[in-house]
């Protein structure tokens, strides 16, 4: 069974920044599209970032273009989502999700491993 396992949420201030990681140790890495969503309570999950398999293309949500940052390390299977200028509406449960399509999607139907999430809080 392929585990997908987030860690690095927590509080943090307006402004600041925080690192989630995601460790894939079960998945065969190299083929997958990883990708970061977010849920907000009451609202929709909703596309963060994405990197194709290979590493060399990424994507953003429009709400964190310029201060979001992913990244893959295939030797180590894990994805990286580094969190800058943190703003309170950026509070959310952030799941990593993995997903085998040829091209990169913001859509959750086109992953098709989810974790449990990492809550990731930024007060005012």
Same mark, same amino acid.
């Given at each position: 069974?392929?585990?997908?396992? $987030?860690? %690095? ?6 402004g600041? !920044? ?6 894939? +140790? ?6 997958? /599209?990883?990708?970061w &969503?977010?849920?907000? +309570? %009451? *609202? $929709?999950?909703? &596309?963060?970032? %994405?990197?194709?398999?290979? %590493? =060399?293309? #990424?994507?953003?949500? =429009? !709400?964190? *273009?310029?201060? &979001?940052?992913?990244? *893959? =390390? /295939?030797?180590?299977?894990?994805? #990286? ?5 943190? *703003? +309170? $509406?950026d ?18 139907? $086109? ?13 005012s």
């Open positions: 069974q392929v585990q997908l396992l $987030e860690s %690095g949420g927590g509080l943090v201030q307006a600041g !920044s925080l690192s989630l990681s995601c460790a894939a +140790p079960g998945l065969t890495f190299t083929i997958y /599209n990883m990708a &969503f977010r849920q907000a +309570p %009451g *609202k $929709e999950r909703e &596309f963060v970032a %994405g990197i194709k398999w290979g %590493g =060399d293309l #990424t994507s953003y949500g =429009d !709400s964190v *273009k310029g201060r &979001f940052t992913i990244s *893959k =390390d /295939n030797t180590k299977k894990t994805v #990286t989502l580094q969190m800058t200028s943190l *703003k +309170p $509406e509070t959310a449960v952030y799941y990593c999700a993995a997903g085998r399509t040829l091209t990169l999607g913001k859509s959750a139907r $086109e992953y098709s491993h989810w974790g449990q999430g990492t809550q990731a809080t930024v007060s």
